[in-house]
């Protein structure tokens, strides 16, 4: 079984705040998924990173998959309140085609 | 909108009861991929189908089973229902077989009474 651990479980901040969030194991992955879930929706996929040390940007936000592909941080600049919600990493091994998920950053961003 | 339809948003059923799930996947996707989420579990992978042959297995009971129709769409059926079934259930779809983008529809809430 493929854990993942996403630290911290629960984040907040103010808005205009810089934040990391965590996702390890001790697996490695052929790819990592992050996924960004509000209350009672299904998640959104926001960035797939497939390469050791590959770094992803989607405007504000920072993907970053570790070298040995067995971690990944996601970094947000000036966080706002829209950034609210639960940060979702996902992993799939080599010849797997399902996901393991974590349990969630839940991220809240104060106005 | 990611493409991805479920059917129904909300089901409130009794214990013992059974229940089917419907799911359509995005236009072109072949995988469709059923998962459960409860608040302590977070999300658990069920099952996969891939153009209509199951892929991959996860923690899926005995009681639940599922299947892909030639049209793609899939459906997801509960039986025995317990009150610990009670959860949103996500049906979700991609590309290829291997699942690097994978997208969620809005889930189905099961209330079981």
């Known amino acids: 079984t493929q854990l993942l651990e996403q630290s911290p479980q629960f984040l907040s901040i103010q808005e205009g705040e810089n934040l990391t969030v965590y996702c390890n194991s001790s697996?490695?992955?052929?790819?990592l998924q992050w996924y960004r879930q509000e209350p009672g929706e299904g998640p959104v996929l926001l960035v797939t990173?497939?390469?050791?040390?590959e770094v992803k940007k989607l405007k504000r936000l920072t993907f970053q998959f570790g070298d040995a592909r067995k971690d990944s941080s996601l970094h947000i600049t000036a966080a706002q309140p829209g950034d609210t919600g639960l940060y979702l990493c996902?992993?799939?091994?080599?010849?797997?085609?399902?996901?393991?998920f974590g349990k969630g950053n839940q991220v809240v961003v104060i106005p | 909108d990611s493409g991805v339809t479920q059917t129904p948003k909300h089901l409130i059923t009794a214990t013992g009861q059974r229940v089917t799930l419907r799911c359509s996947p995005r236009?072109?996707?072949?995988?469709v991929y059923w998962y459960q989420q409860s608040l302590d579990q977070g999300l658990q992978f069920l099952i996969q189908?891939?153009?209509?042959?199951?892929?991959a297995k996860g923690n899926i009971l005995e009681r639940f089973s599922a299947q892909q129709f030639p049209d793609l769409h899939s459906e997801l059926n509960l039986s025995s229902l317990e009150l610990g079934d009670s959860a949103l259930y996500f049906c979700?779809?991609?590309?290829?077989?291997?699942?690097?983008?994978?997208?969620f529809g809005p889930g189905t809430r099961l209330t079981v009474t």
């Open positions: 979700a779809s991609s590309e290829r077989v291997s699942g690097r983008a994978v997208y």
């Open positions: 236009s072109g996707d072949l995988s």
């Open positions: 189908y891939y153009n209509g042959e199951e892929r």
């Open positions: 996902a992993g799939a091994g080599r010849g797997n085609n399902r996901l393991a």
């Open positions: 990173v497939v390469t050791g040390g």
């Open positions: 697996s490695v992955f052929s790819s």
